[in-house]
């Protein structure tokens, strides 16, 4: 069994690009297992494009990148499946499947992935759906039929499908009303204590941020220009870091704590 | 005593086997007194198994069953806590009815959406109308890029297709009728055959039918996924009307390219028929244009192409309208782009029907 603590993704002198537009350039980051990280950034400074590349979903233009201890790139199609498995992830703006309702959303991964009963399915997509704070009616509704947030939850719930190892996070809790954010938090800490789950999480919630995260990344000018504690950010005399965490929204999360 | 002792792996991926188990047992009869679940030997496990192992335990307990855990480690003691918090998930779902019931109930609400697609359509002819009339009055409102772009794309475009297509069909059509009409020793009546036959149906039927499965399927895709990542709502909330941005100038472009589409059509279909005549019966293009201008008078033409600007706005209106039915799923979008062109087809062919009937009355 893994240890707690030891590298679970790896990004070794990351460069991404869309034509000439260079999105990454020379970015490492490590992510221990156990750990919730942060990543937070200006808009536009590349947070979603740095999740695709580690998921697979966009090639690095130079640089590596392991997951599990492992080039996921380098690997045979099939057993590339095998580990894309033990993670799960919620896409910016929930990427449902627009044709499924929510509890056929939930059950495509074990649909694709394992041989349950349709008994079973039912069960763990209801568990699911409870944990994430849907009504349960919400179950046989389609996605079209879900406002934002509650599609934003049902996203989570599928990524929680499979139980990952690894939960990749894109904005979980905008749109979320604050109760909900909350409770998101609560779910997300729980899980990591119950389960050892690792969690990527892009987030412009300084609320979550305190929350939540064990450690935090700034991405900016291209690359991750520190990666620590909430105390680290706070020392940190970077002028965008320094607006970040001593903006006026930032005292008002951190005065709540 | 009763005593569950779960080892190993208790992850997702295995449970299949162990649920089945752990279901059989709760659906049998069990002795009543204590249960004992003992997790000692887990090595991992995750949400799912819990949620399996407290179904069973609850199970348990409605038989009357004390059930107790044992070796439960504290993570997973708070994950069993934090799944009991659910409760029972309800999975019940209505039951199927009977065949026959459905049988009534689908032939029920296909009769009623005919009826309401029917009403649905008028009306959506009549805002178009209006929003016509608006544009009427007020010229600028006019988009004409879009008109143009929409000319090109559903006129210039498909000008290589239609081309072909009609220049075949007009070869086929000269070769069976020469084929035929020769035992009657009557094949120069071919020319008239092909002339006839082309200038006043098939030319016209051939380009509205291929336009409809190419521009007539287009619009209802690009209005259809507008409307699904709610562009149409964001046009209205900006105070643009999407008739006027969207469905005008779709409409006015094949009103103009299907006569345009449908005039070559026709040329190339008297082509394809000349080229036959050619070969077969040796007769000279010159002679062959000669006998089409006997064949043909002003109506023959004149037929063919009035019908032309009927049918494009049939064409463009039921795409229109299909694309702006589309729901929030992407399955909707496929669905309405094939009813929008099984519909124009139709709607096309009966039309024509129409015309016939009209111009016999009339005697033309
Ligand atoms: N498919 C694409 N083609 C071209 N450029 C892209 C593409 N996707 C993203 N970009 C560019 O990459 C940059 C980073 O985008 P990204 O979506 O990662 O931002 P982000 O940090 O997630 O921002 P936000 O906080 O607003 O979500 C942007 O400048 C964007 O224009
Ligand atoms: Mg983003």
Request: with cysteine.
């Amino acid at each position: 069994m893994a240890q707690k603590g030891e590298p679970i993704i790896e990004v070794e002198g990351l460069m991404t690009r869309f034509g000439d537009h260079v999105i990454h350039e020379d970015l490492d980051l490590t992510v221990n297992r156990g750990e919730v990280i942060g990543i937070v950034g200006g808009s536009g400074t590349g947070k979603s494009v740095l999740l695709r590349t580690i998921l697979g979903l966009k090639k690095p233009d130079a640089g590596r990148i392991r997951v599990f201890g492992i080039d996921l790139a380098e690997l045979p199609e099939e057993e590339r499946r095998l580990h894309e498995r033990r993670w799960g992830v919620l896409f910016q703006d929930g990427a449902l499947f627009s044709a499924l309702t929510i509890a056929e959303n939930i059950q495509v991964p074990y649909r694709e992935h394992l041989h349950l009963s349709q008994e079973l399915m039912d069960e763990l997509a209801a568990i699911k759906i409870a944990m994430v704070g849907l009504r349960p009616t919400a179950a046989s509704l389609y996605p079209s039929e879900l406002s934002g947030g509650m599609r934003k939850r049902a996203g989570l719930a599928r990524a929680l499908a499979l139980d990952p190892e690894i939960l990749f996070l894109d904005e979980p809790t905008a749109g979320l009303d604050p109760i909900g954010a909350a409770a998101f938090d609560d779910l997300i800490n729980e899980l990591k204590e119950a389960l050892g789950l690792t969690v990527f999480l892009v987030t412009h919630d300084l609320d979550t941020l305190h929350a939540t995260c064990d450690r935090i990344a700034v991405l900016a000018e291209k690359h991750v220009i520190l990666v620590g504690t909430i105390d680290d950010m706070l020392r940190s005399d970077h002028p965008w870091i320094h607006e970040y965490f001593h903006g006026p929204r930032a005292r008002a999360a951190l005065a709540g704590k | 005593m009763l005593r569950i002792a779960a080892s190993g792996d208790w992850t997702i991926a295995h449970l299949s086997a162990a649920d089945g188990e752990l279901r059989s047992l709760t659906a049998g009869p069990v002795k009543a007194g204590r249960a004992v679940i003992d997790f000692s030997g887990i090595a991992r496990f995750d949400t799912s198994s819990a949620a399996v192992l407290e179904r069973t335990a609850r199970l348990l307990e409605e038989k009357g069953l004390r059930v107790e855990f044992e070796g439960v480690s504290e993570p997973q003691r708070r994950l069993l806590d934090k799944i009991d918090t659910y409760g029972t998930p309800d999975t019940s779902k209505a039951p199927p009815a009977p065949f026959y019931i459905e049988l009534v109930e689908r032939i029920g609400v296909t009769t009623r959406e005919i009826g309401e697609e029917a009403r649905g359509m008028l009306g959506f002819i009549g805002t178009v109308v209006s929003a016509i009339g608006r544009t009427a009055a007020n010229p600028r409102r006019f988009r004409l890029v879009p008109f143009v772009h929409h000319m090109e794309k559903s006129g210039f475009d498909a000008l290589p297709l239609v081309c072909l297509l009609t220049f075949l069909i007009g070869a086929v059509v000269a070769q069976q009728g020469a084929v035929q009409l020769r035992q009657f020793g009557a094949e120069v009546f071919t020319v008239n055959l092909i002339a006839i036959i082309f200038l006043r149906e098939v030319g016209l039927l051939l380009t509205a039918i291929i336009v409809a499965g190419r521009s007539g399927s287009a619009f209802t895709a690009e209005i259809g996924s507008m409307k699904m990542r709610e562009e149409i709502d964001a046009m209205r909330a900006l105070g643009l009307d999407p008739m006027e941005m969207l469905v005008i100038p779709r409409v006015a472009a094949l009103t103009v390219t299907l006569p345009l589409l449908t005039f070559i059509a026709d040329l190339m279909g008297l082509l394809g028929g000349g080229v036959v005549v050619f070969f077969m019966l040796d007769m000279s293009p010159g002679v062959y244009m000669s006998r089409v201008q006997e064949a043909v008078d002003f109506w023959t033409i004149a037929v063919g192409l009035i019908k032309a600007p009927f049918m494009a706005a049939v064409i463009a209106l039921v795409g229109c309208r299909a694309g702006l039915s589309v729901t929030g799923s992407a399955e909707s979008v496929g669905a309405m782009t094939t009813r929008s062109v099984v519909r124009s087809i139709f709607l096309v062919i009966i039309l024509d029907a129409l015309f016939a009937m009209f111009f016999t009355a009339v005697g033309i």
